[in-house]
């Protein structure tokens, strides 16, 4: 069974830094490609940022290129997502997710088959 949780969340100022773990179980970095996500109040998810299960390429949406960094720990199945130079916008409960088919780089707009429960992010300026 897979299984996500996201943690690390809280009070960031604008310009700090956050960083946000998932524990992952029940799969492998290799067969799923995983990712994170955001939702803002009253907004649709989107994507920030994935990793392609078939070559390990992290990827990112470019409201966030520069300033987030998603790293994986394959020994511990641990997924980190490193938040530099934070804005209000940034602002959003944010989960990581997993899909099987292989949708990671096809659009931010895509959601995956597997998400666990969300950390929130709030951004003062």
């Known amino acids: 069974e897979v299984q996500l949780q996201a943690s690390g969340g809280g009070l960031g100022q604008a310009g700090g830094s956050l960083r946000l773990s998932c524990a992952a179980s029940g799969f492998t970095f290799d067969a799923l490609d995983i990712g994170w996500f955001r939702q803002a109040p009253g907004k649709e998810p989107e994507g920030v940022s994935c990793i392609k299960s078939s070559s390990g390429t992290p990827l990112y949406r470019d409201s966030v290129k520069g300033r987030f960094s998603i790293v994986s720990d394959n020994a511990k ?49």
């Open 77 to 125: 199945n641990m997924l980190y997502l490193q938040m530099n130079n934070l804005k209000p916008e940034d602002t959003a409960v944010y989960y990581c997710s997993a899909t099987k088919m292989r949708l990671c780089g096809l659009g931010w707009g895509l959601t995956y088959e597997y998400s666990g429960q969300g950390t929130l992010v709030t951004v003062s300026s």
